[in-house]
């Protein structure tokens, strides 16, 4: 029998954006990501780096799930996210933006 593949956790990264492909690529070897989201209307319903962008609407149907906040913004989305019920809220952090190798320091924080 094959060695059973470690189940990775689902969560959902809110920031179509560069921050957010940066943790799409550093986070995707620990999470699955099944969805982007984001505020901005015109990325609904179209691919960001081949995932799924859908509406803060849209995502409360994962209320359970882990969201990890890929943006600038983060205190004003956390605020938004709440609103929507959420709990489960972490925030993304990168040291330099314009490094492609993904290889510098990140940090997820809980949102309280």
Known sequence: MGKMQACREDV????ASRL???ALNIL???YNILYFSDNDKSKWGKKFC???VISPE???RYVNKKLII???YYGEISNQLK???FNNIYVFSYVDSND???KKRYTIDKIC
Do not use: Q, V
């Not at 959902?12 to 920031?15: C, K, L, M």
């Open 70 to 72: 890929a943006s600038m």
């Open 20 to 22: 957010g492909e940066i």
């Open 83 to 85: 609103d929507l019920g």
């Open 12 to 15: 959902i990264i809110f920031g």
């Open 58 to 60: 849209e995502l409360t």
């Open 50 to 52: 081949s995932i799924e």
């Open 100 to 102: 492609t190798t993904y």
């Open 28 to 30: 995707s070897d620990k």
